[in-house]
């Protein structure tokens, strides 16, 4: 059998938005996941938009096609293209889940929610041609004893990360802006896979650098934990996201980063308690989030913040705010967004009830477009000052304040040079990712995330502090500082 599986690319190829290097940084790993589940003998091409020309002019026995809200149009539309060539078309992803009707339509068959468990079964049904309509994941959700991911068919060449791996699925929490609640209904939405199965997959993996895609690495506290032991000599550097709170509690952040934890993607979102309410984020309720940024950066860790405006509590000195502080705690990398109320979410239920939904032109949910009702911005002053956010954080004199920050030389020039080629050299990105060098640039990404050696002044402070307010400890390691 003739398979093909296609990433197309999002709406923002075409936008002067584009930046081709942060599409080319991770494969298709969901794709490359079900291929798993495709026989041997079975012939299957897979293919990224976003890092090579779409051939679609073949005649396969069936396509697959993952879809997002900002890639919808483009995936119905090669969709029907199959489709009026008579070739069976099967749809898939976050935004199918969360507008199955709309998907419905573009399809022969659609799967609604995370596909492990249903794959197989539409296989057999595809064989029998007896195919349904609907694959809807609700129970046995599990990623653990799965076949190994099909990695021979990325175009690894093609990546500035190709060792991309997921360990779980979903989060343990429900921020209402989130896809999440939304994707993994009817069934858990959280699993993770275990610490044996992980190690046999990052053994599968050449190289030095590892970037986990997880939600939330540090979720499941046991499983990070073990993971991290395990991994110890490994001589691994890697990358992931996890919560403000995983960081400050305990000692698990310490033992990611002995491992090789060098840079994560941490959800601050928004300063205001009250848009943490609006949002049910409230795992970030009354934390103190300089803590979390001096912890990490104690621990060489590298910080990328995530942070959210358009939440109704914003006013408009919001924007200067979250810059300032950014560049105050040395974040390294900034990821700015306007709220986007995705359908499905429990936010974009409570908006559209409110009659607050203006637009339902999914290319324009890309987070950089106000598609609601605002309260207390006008949607120019949300869109000018979300521009400005980046610009302002990406300025040299920022990028130079917020890097030599840092006390140990070692972590400034880290600092400086992250930032600065992540940002600031896109028309060299563009040449290396036309001449095809990609793959030459791993080496200097791992140089870039080798260990910074770590002080103890996070945790002399935090004693100091918390003995006088008579708060005791479980952390170990700092019971031992103090
Ligand atoms: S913590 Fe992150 S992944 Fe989890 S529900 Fe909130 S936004 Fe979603």
Redesign the pocket.
């Known amino acids: 059998m003739k398979v093909k599986l296609i990433l197309p690319s999002l709406t923002e190829s075409k936008s002067v938005f584009w930046r081709p290097i942060k599409y080319s940084l991770f494969p298709p790993l969901g794709l490359a996941t079900l291929a798993s589940y495709l026989n041997e003998s079975d012939e299957i091409d897979l293919q990224d938009q976003h890092v090579e020309k779409l051939e679609i002019s073949d005649q396969p026995d069936l396509v697959i096609i993952q879809v997002y809200i900002t890639n919808a149009k483009r995936a119905y539309s090669i969709a029907k293209q199959y489709r009026d060539r008579g070739v069976f078309v099967a749809l898939g992803g976050l935004h199918v889940t969360s507008l199955p009707e709309e998907a419905d339509k573009y399809a022969d068959t659609i799967f609604i929610g995370p596909a492990e468990q249903t794959f197989p079964q539409f296989l057999e049904d595809f064989k029998r041609k007896e195919t349904k309509k609907r694959y809807i994941s609700t129970i046995g959700r599990t990623i653990q004893n799965q076949p190994p991911i099909r990695r021979d068919l990325i175009k690894r060449e093609k990546y500035l990360v190709p060792n991309s791996i997921v360990i779980s699925r ?6 209402n ?5 939304a994707f993994f209904a009817g069934g858990k939405s959280f699993y993770t896979q275990r610490v044996d199965e992980i190690l046999t997959e990052i053994s599968r993996l050449e190289g030095k650098h590892l970037y986990f895609l997880d ?2 690495l540090l ?1 499941n506290k046991k499983l990070a934990s073990e993971l991290f032991e395990s991994m110890r000599g490994m001589n691994r550097v890697f990358q992931g ?1 996890a ?1 403000v709170k995983s960081i400050l509690e305990g000692d698990l952040i310490e033992k990611a980063a002995e491992t090789g934890l060098r840079s994560l993607f941490v ?1 601050f ?1 928004t300063f205001s308690p009250e848009n943490l309410r609006q949002s049910n ?1 409230r ?1 970030n309720l009354k934390l103190d989030y300089e803590r979390a940024a001096q912890r990490l950066h104690d621990l060489g860790i590298m910080i990328n913040g995530s942070f959210v405006f358009g939440l109704d509590n914003d006013d408009k000195d919001v924007f200067k705010r979250t810059v300032d502080w950014g560049v105050e705690n040395a974040i390294t990398t900034a990821t700015y967004h306007i709220l986007t109320p995705y359908p499905g979410t429990r936010l974009y239920g409570q908006m559209k009830k409110e009659g607050r939904i203006l637009t339902q032109d999914w290319d324009l949910y890309d987070t950089r477009h106000v598609v609601y009702k605002t309260k207390s911005l006008s949607s120019t002053e949300l869109e000018n000052g979300y521009r400005w956010a980046y610009k302002e954080f990406y300025k040299w004199s920022n990028i130079l304040e917020a890097s030599f920050s840092h006390d140990q030389f070692k972590h400034q020039m880290k600092h400086l040079f992250y930032t600065g080629g992540w940002k600031k050299f896109e028309s060299l990105w563009n040449i290396i990712i036309n001449v095809g060098g990609l793959k030459k640039m791993l080496p200097l990404l791992e140089l870039l995330l080798s260990k910074v050696e770590y002080k103890n002044s996070y945790t002399q402070k935090a004693v100091i502090k918390h003995s006088a307010e008579g708060v005791k400890f479980e952390n170990s390691k700092i019971e031992l500082t103090a």
């Open positions: 979903g989060c343990p929490h429900h921020c802006f989130c896809y999440k609640d939600d939330h979720g996201a919560t959800g979102e984020k795992q």
